[in-house]
């Protein structure tokens, strides 16, 4: 499987924008970005994913580079809520009916925001 | 619509002790995994049910097993309880495999 980099921990102020890098320098053609969070004592949840476009949904923006191997989650006013840690994972669309459609979870970065 | 619940919320347990973590979800969805997450680390996969009726092993599947109740519940068990079985048990359903997955707020077992 592809691996992904993140920083081990990142802080913010609240109401600022907040970019969250991910490399992937070994990413295949097939392979989408996902993102999840975990926010304290509770289950991941869906953020965004993409493929090689950027992306928007309420909740984010997904950019991604060009060569695609790396990407970056915009959180665009980051507010006390989404203090959390951000998981960024490559999901193949070929092989994730042979592995089950688990997530691959790495460390992810935990992130602070201040008031 | 409560999406993925689990019960019970904690556990404590003595080594060799047996119990079952339940599972439900009521957005109709046909795929469902467990997790557990250790202290400081990511979520790893024990089991999963592609579809009502199947049942497959994940990455660390020894000392469990799994049922797959209905297309709603799916259950985990632990047969005989050891200290590293202590962790974050975490449930969750999607759509179909691959799809992205809805979690439940977690179990925290404690094995002593």
């Known amino acids: 499987d592809a691996k992904t980099t993140q920083p081990n921990s990142m802080e913010s102020n609240e109401e600022e924008p907040v970019h969250l890098p991910c490399n992937h320098s070994t990413i295949s053609g097939t392979d989408y970005i996902h993102w999840y969070r975990q926010l304290p004592s509770q289950g991941p949840e869906y953020v965004i994913h993409g493929l090689t476009s950027n992306v928007n949904n309420r909740m984010a923006s997904l950019a991604i580079a060009e060569d695609r191997k790396s990407s970056t989650l915009i959180l665009h006013r980051a507010t006390l809520r989404d203090a959390a840690v951000y998981y960024c994972i490559l999901r193949d669309v070929y092989m994730i009916y042979n592995q089950g459609g688990k997530l691959i979870f790495g460390q992810g970065t935990e992130l602070s925001v201040k008031p | ?112």
């Open chain 2, 1 to 112: 619509n409560a999406g993925v619940t689990q019960t019970p919320k904690f556990q404590v347990l003595k080594t060799g002790q047996s119990m079952t973590l339940q599972c439900a979800q009521d957005m109709n969805h046909n795929s469902m995994y467990w997790y557990r997450q250790d202290p400081g680390m990511g979520l790893r996969l024990i089991y999963y049910s592609a579809s009502e009726g199947t049942t497959d092993k994940g990455e660390v599947p020894n000392g469990y097993n799994v049922s797959r109740l209905n297309k709603r519940e799916f259950s985990l068990r632990l047969e005989s309880a050891a200290p590293s079985q202590t962790s974050v048990y975490f449930c969750a359903s999607s759509v179909q495999e691959g799809d992205t997955q809805y979690f439940g707020p977690g179990t925290r077992l404690t094995v002593l």
